[in-house]
Every structure is written in structure tokens, then in C-alpha cells.
């Protein structure tokens, strides 16, 4: 397969190519946002990320206007790819039927000791927690859930749920 760049432009037969994938791409980024728009935040600087309030007094939002927030308490299921640390994960996240995302989800209000450790105790310890969330997520149906954006790019915090232990954090915490 030829390795395709913005060199090739000009080039008649790879050109093409570029072009094509380029407004497929654009395609889905508008598909996207129209077939879910109760996904983006009022300003495109910020979501709102604080719960949500349980209050009947509060009135719902018109029907088409764009006043939604992110929703928080949406749980999306979620394969994991692999076990990163102690308290990150990357996984495959069902987003929408037939759509998923590859993502970093770090767990919400863990911090667990780096495996780049200082020394031969914390890196043990790093070990260990990395081997206890592997156990913990190993028993299936993952879900993920209140999902922020992590203070490090390229990943989620999240809360986490198995099929057996419904907060991975508290039982991650709990075991020490």
C-alpha cells in the first residue's frame, strides 16, 4: 500500500485518494453532531462537569434548542485493550451503536504509584496495584460512567464498574 501525505496532492493518482478520505472524515464529524448534539457542551470552551442536581422544579430544556449539558450519568460499556498502570486503562468504548472509541480512562479518585518509579518499594507497589485492577477488570462487563476530561491530555477520568464490583475505585482503595 503507498504511504499517502499531503505531498501527494498534486499527484493525480494518490490526490484522489486524500481528497476522499478527507470528506469521509468530514462527513462523519457532521453525521456526528447532528445524530448526537445532546453531547456538546453550550461553549465550545467547557463542559459542565459538575453532577447534575435531582430537582422537579427545574424546567427542561425546549425541544431543539442547544441548552443540553454533557450527561454524566450515561454509562457506556466498554472493552478493555489493556491495563496501563495501577489506575489507568485504555479500552474500546461503545459510544453509540455500531461507533466506538479507543481511549485512556483513568480511574476517579484513584492515584496509584507510577511503574517509572524512584525506587525498588514504590515500584513494587506500583506492581501491585497494576495487578489488582487487571484481577478486578477481568471479571467483565466494564462500564464507565461520569465521564470527565483528565487533567493529562489523551485520556478520560471515569468511574469504572465490573460485573462483580461495582466501584473499581473504592474496591482498588479498600484492598490498599
Same mark, same amino acid.
Given at each position: 500500500?503507498?504511504?499517502?501525505?499531503?505531498?501527494?496532492?498534486?499527484?493525480?493518482?494518490?490526490?484522489?485518494?486524500?481528497?476522499?478520505?478527507?470528506?469521509?472524515?468530514?462527513?462523519?464529524?457532521?453525521?456526528?453532531?447532528?445524530?448526537?448534539?445532546?453531547?456538546?457542551?453550550?461553549?465550545?470552551?467547557?463542559?459542565?462537569?459538575?453532577?447534575?442536581?435531582?430537582?422537579?422544579?427545574?424546567?427542561?430544556a425546549p425541544v431543539g434548542t442547544?441548552?443540553?449539558?454533557?450527561?454524566?450519568?450515561?454509562?457506556?460499556?466498554?472493552?478493555?485493550?489493556?491495563? #496501563?498502570?495501577? =489506575?489507568?486503562?485504555?479500552? *474500546? /468504548?461503545? %459510544?453509540?451503536?455500531?461507533?466506538?472509541?479507543?481511549?485512556? $480512562?483513568?480511574?476517579?479518585?484513584?492515584?496509584?504509584?507510577?511503574?517509572?518509579?524512584?525506587?525498588?518499594?514504590?515500584?513494587?507497589?506500583?506492581?501491585?496495584?497494576?495487578?489488582?485492577?487487571?484481577?478486578?477488570?477481568?471479571?467483565?462487563?466494564?462500564?464507565?460512567?461520569? #465521564?470527565?476530561? =483528565?487533567?493529562?491530555?489523551? *485520556? /478520560?477520568? %471515569?468511574?469504572?464498574?465490573?460485573?462483580?464490583?461495582?466501584? $473499581?475505585?473504592?474496591?482498588?482503595?479498600?484492598?490498599?
Amino acid at each position: 500500500m503507498p504511504h499517502l501525505s499531503f505531498a501527494g496532492f498534486p499527484h493525480k493518482r494518490y490526490g484522489g485518494a486524500l481528497v476522499t478520505a478527507g470528506s469521509i472524515f468530514a462527513l462523519g464529524v457532521g453525521a456526528g453532531a447532528i445524530v448526537r448534539p445532546s453531547l456538546l457542551p453550550e461553549s465550545a470552551t467547557a463542559f459542565d462537569t459538575a453532577p447534575a442536581a435531582a430537582s422537579d422544579a427545574e424546567p427542561a430544556a425546549p425541544v431543539g434548542t442547544n441548552s443540553h449539558k454533557f450527561d454524566l450519568q450515561t454509562v457506556y460499556p466498554a472493552e478493555v485493550v489493556r491495563v #496501563i498502570d495501577g =489506575d489507568t486503562f485504555q479500552a *474500546r /468504548v461503545q %459510544a453509540w451503536p455500531g461507533l466506538s472509541v479507543d481511549t485512556k $480512562v483513568r480511574l476517579r479518585g484513584i492515584d496509584a504509584p507510577e511503574l517509572h518509579a524512584r525506587c525498588a518499594d514504590e515500584y513494587a507497589k506500583a506492581q501491585a496495584a497494576r495487578a489488582a485492577l487487571e484481577t478486578i477488570l477481568a471479571a467483565g462487563g466494564v462500564t464507565i460512567s461520569r #465521564i470527565g476530561i =483528565d487533567k493529562y491530555g489523551g *485520556r /478520560v477520568n %471515569a468511574a469504572v464498574a465490573t460485573r462483580d464490583t461495582a466501584d $473499581v475505585s473504592a474496591a482498588l482503595l479498600t484492598g490498599g
